[in-house]
């Protein structure tokens, strides 16, 4: 897959800096351009091709909504702020996220995966009659760096304490997403969520119960509240 080409409209230099370091950890992103102000920023992106902008909202000359508002072809935006009165007015602008300073790596990681999970879609889309071995996948931000975890080799996901735990056949990788946002993230039809803390891959089940899933070798309980719910999935 070609990087996606990113920009990046800040006008404080530390904000700026962590930023491009997040850009960098993560393989399907390409830095082409730090930009202080609006004005800045529309020259590049009629010069370049651009594919993702982190856009602040308080910048000098033109603010980030009006230079959004002034894009003739817009790519895809990420707010980054120190203020959410204007999310509203953001996602009116149909931005993908918005982010509120200080940002967390796992936190960018979510807004950009929203962007992978999109242009794999067209990208599937329009490559379909050339091939159908697409294996979609996330990078999944794992102990201060983006892994990458074809969504296939998922058996199931745990929630323990400040952690969830995605477990593969051959490795379990700790991170500091909430379930309830993996949840979100991975698509319902092939994921079932059968308890507070476990979220499970339905074509990886070996057997199951009224009170429990066998899956990878271990043995998961069915919570109280989803077990209507998981009968209905798994005997439909």
Do not use: W
Not at 70 to 86: C, D, G, R
Not at 128 to 135: C, D, E, G, T, V
Not at 145 to 167: C, G, N, P, W
Not at 218 to 229: A, C, D, W
């Amino acid at each position: 897959m070609t990087p996606l080409r990113c920009i990046i409209v800040e006008d404080e230099p530390l904000a700026a800096e962590i930023l491009a370091e997040y850009i960098q950890m993560t393989p399907f992103l390409q830095l082409v351009d730090v930009c202080p102000d609006a004005l800045k920023a529309l020259e590049v992106v009629r010069e370049k091709p651009v594919d993702v902008i982190f856009l602040d909202i308080n910048l000098p000359k033109l603010t980030g909504l009006d230079f959004v508002k002034a894009l003739p072809n817009q790519p895809k935006v990420i707010i980054t702020s120190a203020y959410h009165e204007f999310a509203v007015e953001g996602f009116d602008l149909q931005v993908v996220d918005y982010l509120l300073k200080p940002i967390e790596f796992n936190r960018f990681t979510k807004a950009v995966n929203k962007i992978l999970h999109t242009h794999r879609i067209q990208e599937i889309a329009h490559n379909y009659r050339k091939s159908l071995s697409q294996r979609p996948f996330y990078f999944f931000a794992v102990q201060k760096r983006a892994v990458k975890i074809y969504l296939d080799e998922i058996l199931f996901i745990e929630s323990l304490k400040d952690t969830v735990i995605i477990h593969t056949p051959d490795h379990s990788y700790p991170t500091h997403y909430h379930l309830n946002e993996l949840e979100e993230m991975l698509p319902r039809e092939h994921f079932l969520r059968i308890h507070r803390s476990f979220l499970v891959a339905i074509d990886k089940i070996d057997s199951f119960s009224a009170a429990e899933i066998e899956i990878g070798g271990r043995t998961l309980p069915i919570g109280r509240k989803y077990k209507e719910y998981v009968a209905e999935r798994l005997e439909s």
